[in-house]
T-cell receptor
Framework: QKEVEQDPGPLSVPEGAIVSLNCTYS??????FMWYRQYSRKGPELLMY????GNKEDGRFTAQVDKSSKYISLFIRDSQPSDSATYLC?????????????FGSGTRLSIRP | KAGVTQTPRYLIKTRGQQVTLSCSPI?????VSWYQQTPGQGLQFLFE???????NKGNFPGRFSGRQFSNSRSEMNVSTLELGDSALYLC?????????????FGDGTRLSIL
């Protein structure tokens, strides 16, 4: 079993819809949670970064962490065609280094105009 | 503030050759990590450098090596290239590599082996 599981999609939704992207994990020691967006032929771009549990909002994006269920989510409100990309979740333990960041396999998202 | 810069963006090599990829981190960032990204395996950690020293290494053969210079710029070298080395190679930088400092990625070097 992988430490981080992420549905690869593809996920296709109409413009303006609310999108929910999710990852589950098995290591309860994870404390830092990240979401990256990767456009085709580009590197991952950091979208959201949270520590421990709770919600964090940034514009149309909301990151949610439920440590009791070992489940993290990224919500995109009022989705736009420009949101079409692959979304990667990532997480790490508190006392660790860059080598210990675990990435999900990514979910391909397509927003239909 | 300039982001992470990787050169070249694209490379085509043949089996048995060697290749060197370059990464310039964000100004002030001293930790540089390298990743290999393929459709089947996703993002896999290669190694991390901090203050010119390799701090961590992933599970890759010795053909993969790297170094970091005093200005934090880093290079990655792959010798005796194999078809399976075709991938997007990503460099990421952070202030010091600690988990409370998120990593920022470059756009990668796409390496194709013929």
């Amino acid at each position: 079993q992988k430490e981080v599981e992420q549905d690869p999609g593809p996920l296709s939704v109409p413009e303006g819809a609310i999108v929910s992207l999710n990852c589950t994990y098995s290591n309860s020691a994870f404390q830092y949670f990240m979401w990256y967006r990767q456009y085709s032929r580009k590197g991952p771009e950091l979208l959201m970064y949270t520590y421990s549990s709770g919600n964090k909002e940034d514009g149309r994006f909301t990151a949610q962490v439920d440590k009791s269920s070992k489940y993290i989510s990224l919500f995109i409100r009022d989705s736009q065609p420009s949101d079409s990309a692959t979304y990667l979740c990532a997480m790490s333990r508190r006392y660790s280094s860059a080598s210990k960041i675990i990435f999900g396999s990514g979910t391909r998202l397509s927003i239909r105009p | 503030k300039a982001g992470v810069t990787q050169t070249p963006r694209y490379l085509i090599k043949t089996r048995g050759q060697q290749v060197t990829l370059s990464c310039s981190p964000i100004s002030g960032h001293r930790s540089v990590s390298w990743y290999q990204q393929t459709p089947g395996q996703g993002l896999q950690f290669l190694f991390e450098y901090f203050s010119e020293t390799q701090r961590n290494k992933g599970n890759f053969p010795g053909r993969f090596s790297g170094r970091q210079f005093s200005n934090s710029r880093s290079e990655m070298n792959v010798s005796t290239l194999e078809l399976g080395d075709s991938a997007l190679y990503l460099c990421a930088s952070s202030l010091d590599g600690s988990p409370n400092q998120p990593q920022h990625f470059g756009d990668g070097t796409r390496l194709s082996i013929l």
